[in-house]
């Protein structure tokens, strides 16, 4: 049976807070919502979010809210698996396009 997480801790590794100073939150995702660390939805509305993330293409930004995509779960600080359903989530996502806004609310 997979350990639950507490969702602080699920936002903080997500979020980039429990990453090295010198990279992003490397970000796995998986097709499986058994071999994630969190379940996500992706919201419409900022208001709506606990993270507001930022995408980049650079592993070595190093601010919270920012997700770097790894193509290796194996390189990945955390596996997430993408829920249509806003109930099922762990953590409740907005995706901006502006690095600045980026954050995560606990």
Do not use: H
């Not at 993330?53 to 592993?59: A, F, G, K, L, P």
């Not at 990945?76 to 806004?101: E, G, M, N």
């Amino acid at each position: 049976m997979r350990k639950e997480l507490p969702k602080f801790l699920i936002v903080a590794i997500l979020s980039g807070f429990l990453v090295s100073s010198v990279s992003a939150a490397q970000i796995f995702i998986t097709n499986y919502s058994s071999e994630a660390n969190a379940k996500v939805f992706v919201t419409k509305y900022q208001s709506e979010a606990n993270c507001i993330v930022y995408e980049t293409q650079y592993s070595s930004d190093s601010e919270p809210g920012v997700w770097f995509y790894t193509k290796y779960k194996s390189n990945a600080r955390a596996a997430i698996y993408y829920t249509q359903y806003k109930s099922d989530a762990d953590l409740i996502v907005y995706f901006t396009k502006y690095k600045s806004d980026a954050r995560c609310r606990y």
